[in-house]
Structures are given as C-alpha cells and as structure tokens.
C-alpha cells in the first residue's frame, strides 16, 4: 500500500516568500506529526495532530508557521515571511495512536 | 518539559565491531521505539519496547528497555557497513501526546 507522500521534494524560495508543504498520511492513520531536521541534526517536532482533538502546536517555532488538516487526512504546513534559518529537510509522519511512525520522504526546503 | 538524550553523538567502528547507543530520559517513559535513518533518507520504525526490562532482538540487534523505564540502549553485534546510518530513540512520557526523538547516534563503519 501507499506510504506517506509529501510534496513538493524540494522547495527553493527567497527570503520572504511564504511556502506551503503538503503531507499526504497513510489511510486509516489518525496521528499525523510534523518535524523539522537541520542537517546533521536530530528531529525537532512541530506540530500533532489526532483525531478531531485540538492540534498540539507546542512545537511550532514562531507564529509564522501554521498547519492544518483537512477532512483528518491532508496537512499543510506553512511557513509565512520565509528567513534563512528555516531551510531544512521538514518531515511529516502518520501513525496509529502511540505506534510506530511512518514518515514520508521529506520536502527539503532552501530560502535564498 | 521531556528531555531524552542520546549517546554518543558520533560513532565510527571498524567492520565487524560492536556498537551500543545509549537514551536516557529525564522522566519515566510508557514506551521507548527506536528508528534508523540512512544517509539520505528518512526515519524508518525499528522496534517498540513497553515492559520495564524488556529486551527484544532483531538479527544482530539487542533493544533493551531499563527496569525504572528512563533509559534504553541499542547493541548491534558484528556491524556491518549496512548498519550505517543515524540510529534514534523515541519516547512518551506521562500524559504527553506524542514522541520526543533523541538527538540520534550517527553511525559509520568502515570496511
């Protein structure tokens, strides 16, 4: 079956511009996350989403970045006003309540 | 808030070796899961512990989950260089909703 799909792949915008990133979950997985990976770092959450509950946004780094799921199945995430500091890889993950993760390829996102 | 950490940072071996990552949390876990990701790649499921004192085994790999549920390790035996990657521990703690990763050990071997 279908893993998670993320798009676009790469992403490169100029300091400023706002960007949306698509995650596209595994059927039937109510959690989806999304994390944030500097090169050579570790993963930095972002922001959860389960079920019809609340999103959980602790992770969300400023109020420019903002994220959504619609009909509990797509996510975006966007970022407004892009700065440098925001290029990264940024991986989404769909999973069952407290089971594994599965993650998608990540959008590797540059500002200029 | 929830800290888990991870050591050693880096880790290179020579073909053949040992290798051990270890995860420490600040706060007791109700699981403990850890991922590998390949250069390039991105983080993909290895194993879920929950029991306190669980041990499970992959092939060449020991996942352990300590007896007060705040640490755990991964013990590869005899590496091999398609053991490379960065390998992660993932945990819940309490009443959180959802997983804080490790910082990850950054595995190399070399043949």
């Not at chain 1, 959690?31 to 500097?38: K, N």
């Not at chain 1, 199945?73 to 069952?96: G, K």
Request: proline letters at 4%.
């Amino acid at each position: 079956g279908a893993g998670v799909s993320q798009s676009p792949s790469n992403k490169v915008t100029e300091k400023g511009k706002d960007v949306e990133l698509r995650c596209d979950p595994i059927s039937g997985h109510t959690a989806l996350y999304w994390y944030r990976q500097s090169l050579g770092q570790g993963l930095e959450f972002l922001i959860y989403f389960q079920g019809n509950s609340a999103p959980d946004k602790s992770g969300l780094p400023s109020d420019r970045f903002s994220a959504e799921r619609t009909g509990g199945s797509v996510s975006t995430l966007t970022i407004q006003r892009t700065q440098q500091e925001d290029s990264a890889v940024y991986l989404c993950a769909s999973s069952l309540v407290t089971y594994e993760q599965y993650f998608g390829p990540g959008t590797r996102l540059t500002v200029t | 808030g929830q800290q888990v950490m991870q050591i050693p940072q880096y880790q290179h071996v020579q073909e053949g070796e040992d290798f051990t990552t270890y995860c420490n949390s600040s706060t007791t876990l109700s699981n403990i899961q850890w991922y590998k990701q390949r250069p390039g790649g991105h983080p993909v499921f290895l194993i879920q512990l929950v029991k306190s004192g669980e041990v499970k085994k992959q092939k060449r790999l020991t996942f352990q989950f300590g007896e007060a549920k705040k640490n755990s390790s991964l013990h590869i035996t005899a590496t091999q260089t398609t053991d490379v990657g960065t390998y992660f521990c993932a945990g819940i703690a309490g009443s959180a909703r959802q997983l804080t990763f490790g910082s990850g050990t950054q595995l190399t071997v070399l043949p």
